[in-house]
């Protein structure tokens, strides 16, 4: 069935001759692009969280005098307390719109951020971590969905891999910040280092309303001439904003001949949220689970395979490999982000060109091998703490800035991608959110533990361990991720078998179960 429906799409795409294609106009990218920046810049929040952390936990566990379980508890809890700012997102995105979804996000970071900057005691930083985990949660969650939203669809790799942009930005910023205030009084040095991360949040939030509204979302609430507005400042041509405006009221349940500029859609109640749960899980058809399982699988893998163990303990790590000074570990930690930022700009350019699927196998290969590498080299200079052995410590090095190399040309920023593009428009809020849940346990996992699993089984043994979920990763990667590079949005649930006549069923046996209103039902008011 993939093979046919792979063949399906490959010939509508084919079928378009040559001279009803318009180039692109530019302008309007660039307006794309500057809802995609605006967007993305709220994941920065997680990135200068994760990079700053790195730093500021060594200041933190001798300020306070913690122990390292109480280290791992607090760098690995913020990925717990974002499951919960991540199904909030998903409600509240649905209700109040993607874009105030973004101003939410940006100031409960601010109010955590101020919060562990003040902080006088463990108790009160656990408070920080809590709420700032909570805006990451919803950072996460609303700003690829928005981006996939308002993205056409030739350039929809390219915008929404923005997102991984500023996350790895903001890791960059968070050791910049480390480095930049290590010389501070130890009380002093980690509070500014975690508090002045309340200004990008701030500024973000002044930028959010220079952002339109999704026009998906402004279909599901019946704006069809906003959303009409907002497809033509964004789409390459004004033919594909028509063809993008009738594929969502299709999406969403609205005739396409209905040319009205409101809709009068019936209110969702708590039905209406349950069918979109039994619709995603409880009663998911074939293709559904098939996209679910290929969502949860590469949220898991981008973590399992030890992603955030390289850059939340890279200090730690690098002082494994031989490297002492606080001056030196911090130093070593920026290249690592500056690695990360370098490489994730080669993915960007290259997602719509060398599409997903190439890209996400090229990355999960390499860091399988770096990992080895970085084993090897740790278990070596393990077994000699009191000799520095030259070659070891470069292969330990190297190992890592490769690592990193790698994992930002493909599973870095594909994952964010991927996700916002496979869900059918109907779930993809929430099938984003259970996605993105599924990335916060991982990522708690890995890093809460990762102290602990050094201890047991040696810092080397760790990263044999990662090396062994990568490959089982890679393997996932090929049999369960189909390309989904130039296809629009209501097209891709194809690749996994679903046609519109089996999404029409699911939603029509949904309706039915549910008791709501039938599509026909959709009144029409023309807007005076």
Known sequence: MEQRAKMEVSRMASDTPPEAVEPRKKSNFMYACTCAVFASMATIVLGYDVGVMSGASLYIQKDLQITDMQVEIMIGILSLYALVGSFAAARTSDWIGRRYTVVIAAATFFSGSLLMGFAVNYAMLMVGRFVTGIGVGYAIMVAPVYTAEVSPASARGLLTSFTEVFINFGILLGYVSNFAFARLPLHLSWRVMLGIGALPSALLALMVFGMPESPRWLVMKGRLADARVVLGKTSDTPEEAVERLDQIKAAAGIPKDMDVDVVDVPKKDGSEEKRVWKELIFSASPAMRRILVAALGIHFFQQATGSDSVVLYSPRVFKSAGITGDNQLLGATCAVGVTKTLFI????????????????????????????????????????????????????????????????????????????????????????????????????????????????????????????????????????????????????????????????????????????????????????
Request: with cysteine; proline share 4%.
């Open 345 to 528: 700009l080669v993915a960007t350019f290259q997602l719509d060109r060398a599409g997903r699927r190439p890209l996400l196998l090229a990355s999960t290969g390499g860091m399988f091998l770096c990992l080895i590498g970085l084993g090897t080299g740790l278990t070596v200079v393990g077994q000699h703490p009191d000799t520095k052995i030259p070659w070891a410590i470069g292969l330990c090095i190297l190992c890592i800035l490769a690592y990193v190399a790698f994992f930002s040309i493909g599973l870095g920023p594909i994952t964010s991608v991927y996700t916002s593009e496979i869900f059918p428009l109907r779930v993809r809020a929430l099938g984003y959110a259970v996605s993105a849940s599924c990335n916060r346990v991982t990522s708690a996992a890995v890093s809460m533990s990762f102290l602990s699993l050094s201890k047991a089984i040696t810092i080397g043994g760790s990263f044999f361990l990662y090396a062994g979920i990568t490959a089982l990763g890679l393997t996932f990667f090929c049999t369960f991720i189909p390309e989904t590079r130039g296809l629009p949005l209501e097209d891709i649930g194809k690749l996994f078998g679903m046609t519109e006549d089996t999404a029409m069923e699911a939603e029509d046996t949904a309706v039915e179960a549910e008791g709501t209103a039938t599509k026909d039902k959709v009144k029409a008011v023309e807007m005076s």
